[in-house]
């Protein structure tokens, strides 16, 4: 798979752009502030529907415009599709495939990429919000039919949350409140078990190739270890810890019927909370991912250096799964300035680990950051102009 042409109107700052890329390493070079993240957060938002820097899609549109046309054109294999949406600063996005109106979550059946970019280091540095992130944004890529369970999933707990915080003022005990509650409890435990379970065969699948992409990138086997936090056991266990090791490699696969007597059990335990509080205490959006190296959690003992590697390895490991499982051939790998928060022998190492892959599209503000040897499809990027100017070596 790879992405043959971009095509941007009224994007961040473009009025219009057009991006011809090829298979191998592509370079899109340029000082800071130019345009150049622009170029790849526009690719990478058909394969996540989001962007990799704002929550809101309407940060994205031109100032000034009401909507702006994302077009690309992506050949796997022998066939290109031509992938299009519009975002709208008023009223819903609008997608399409080869000119057919379509939901805006089918765009992800026909595009997968993953990307590397400077915020992610947050995955293994910040909060758990972050690293549940990049669980969806995993599922999404491994199997795009995902993004509709956990768009319903994130609708559930809305209504849901929304129900409990009514509930406060109407009256706890309420028979109507807690008759709703729970046709709601049964909708978040249906979508929910599906996204943990999912979660769960992810980290299992993820634990070899993470080894391995961690050793290629340091040199070093550290020992990188995944593992879930699931919030679902929290009242089962009647620990004190907001969540507790759920899923680890080499743990016992848990049954959908176990799993869903279990998420059951839970939200009864925490009831009284809830209906307290306003909040629902217990799902995958409460989960988080556990990281380790040398059996010591990588948020705060991990260097910045062993903090970047894990990121990247965890990345690769990705890919490299999808590479194994998708029918279209390898996902697109972008690199959005990331060699700078390198050194030379890593920026090396992670060239040669994602050059194996059939597309990679790499951003660089200083062109000496990027690692010779290889032959480049360059692209210079200048107050939103771009230049193209082919190959290089």
């Known amino acids: 798979m790879r992405v043959a042409h971009l095509s941007l109107g009224d994007f961040r700052n473009y009025k219009a752009a057009e991006l011809e890329l090829h298979a191998g390493a592509n370079l899109i070079v340029g000082r800071n502030g130019q345009g150049k993240t622009n170029l790849v957060e526009a690719i990478s938002y058909f394969a996540t529907l989001r962007s990799h820097r704002v929550s809101a899609d309407s940060a994205m549109i031109r100032a000034g415009s009401p909507a702006a046309i994302l077009r690309m054109r992506v050949a796997a294999g022998e066939r290109d599709v031509v992938l299009e949406t519009q975002l709208n600063r008023v009223g819903a996005n609008r997608s399409q495939v080869n000119g057919n109106q379509v939901r805006a979550r089918e765009l992800t059946r026909w595009f997968t990429s993953v990307m590397f970019a400077p915020e992610d280091l947050s995955i293994v540095r910040g909060d758990p919000a972050g690293r549940r992130r ?17 768009a319903d999933y994130e609708r559930v707990v809305r209504q ?29 435990i249906e979508h929910g078990v599906r996204i943990m379970l999912a979660r769960q065969e992810l980290v299992r699948d993820l634990e070899a190739p993470l080894a391995a992409a961690y050793t290629a990138l340091v040199g070093e086997d550290h020992g990188p270890r ?3 936090n699931e919030s679902v056991h929290e009242a089962q266990r009647e ?8 899923s680890a490699p080499g743990a016992p696969i848990v049954s959908r019927e176990t799993l869903t007597d279990q998420f059951r059990d839970a939200l009864l335990q925490v009831r009284g909370k809830e209906l307290e509080r306003g909040v629902t205490l217990v799902g995958p959006h409460r989960d988080d991912l556990e990281l380790e190296l040398n059996r010591l959690p990588v948020r705060g003992y991990a260097s910045h250096g062993e903090s970047w590697s894990f990121a990247l390895a965890l990345k690769i490991a990705l890919a490299t799964v999808i590479r194994e499982e998708s029918p279209a051939g390898d996902p697109v790998i972008i690199l959005d ?16 680990v994602v050059s194996e ?16 040897g290889l032959s480049w499809n360059r692209i210079e990027v200048a107050a939103g102009e771009l230049t193209q100017r082919g190959d290089d070596g």
Do not use: C, Y
């Not at 990049?134 to 956990?150: H, Y």
């Not at 849901?160 to 978040?188: C, H, Y």
């Open 239 to 246: 620990v004190s810890r907001e969540t507790v090791r759920g």
């Open 337 to 352: 300035d990331v060699f700078a928060e390198l050194d030379r022998g890593r920026r090396e190492r992670l060239m040669a």
């Open 160 to 188: 849901r949350t929304s129900l409990l915080k009514s509930a406060r003022s109407a009256g706890r005990g309420s028979a109507a409140v807690l008759a709703t509650l729970e046709v709601w409890d049964d909708q978040l």
């Open 226 to 228: 995944l593992s879930l």
């Open 357 to 372: 892959f059939e597309q990679v599209i790499v951003t660089a503000a200083v062109e000496g950051d990027v690692p010779e």
């Open 134 to 150: 990049f669980l969806d944004d995993a599922l999404i890529a491994r199997l795009p039919v995902a993004s509709g369970v956990i």
